[in-house]
């Protein structure tokens, strides 16, 4: 992630965020279960190796881990004490791998991923195609990327007020440094050289996830 939102934001986020307040907030757990749900519902495909940017602690690397033990699964995200609090509750469980890197120099080699997941990332990026570029490097020819964020709807734009003016989202208050929307995410897909295979709009049409693939080059 760039460089504004890691100096900002990131360090204020404690690195087990994500794991407490889905066990202990009702709303934060019916979000980020709601996003699995429809993630989970749009993976219709073998893969083997799979990447997932911007991974914070672990917890949704970790859920798509758990129901398909037959991959290896990569966890990247720029937080370094997310990174380091994810290998330490995962560190008996050899098909999770977690590392620090910036999801804009992606430490690995072209076409290595099968299946890539940016999930809750784009719209917090400085650069969000050069962000969608490097992940397209190292996805496979015939691999597939799932890309989710909020849809900023009127609904959401209410729920995220009140969860960062008042609630315990208050870290998140200035996240948001792209303002993205669907058709504006649809288009940067498009013109990042990745074909829209289907669309799916989630929690009470809060959220969205995109299933792409990469366009491949005719010789």
Known sequence: MGNKFNNNIITKVP????????????????????????????????????????????????????????CQIVGIDIYRKAIQYAKSINENNKKIHFRQANANKLPFKNNQFDLIICAEVIEHVNNPKKTLMEIKR?????????????????LFK??????????????????????????????????????????????YSMGVIFLCSKILKTS
């Open 15 to 70: 690195p087990d965020y994500y794991y407490q307040g889905i066990k202990k907030n009702v709303f934060q757990s019916k979000w980020h279960y709601g996003k699995l749900n429809a993630v989970l519902n749009l993976i219709k495909f073998n893969f083997k190796k799979v990447l997932d940017v911007g991974c914070a602690s672990g917890w949704f690397t970790y859920q798509i881990a758990q129901r398909f033990p037959h």
């Open 158 to 203: 209410i729920i995220w007020y009140l969860w960062t003016k008042f609630l315990k989202g208050k870290v998140w208050k200035k996240a948001h440094i792209n303002l993205l929307n669907t058709k504006i995410l649809e288009e940067l897909l498009v013109s990042s050289g990745y074909k829209i295979k289907s669309k799916k709009i989630f929690n």
């Open 138 to 154: 190292v996805l496979a020819p015939r691999g597939f990327l799932l890309i989710e964020m909020d849809t900023g709807n009127w």
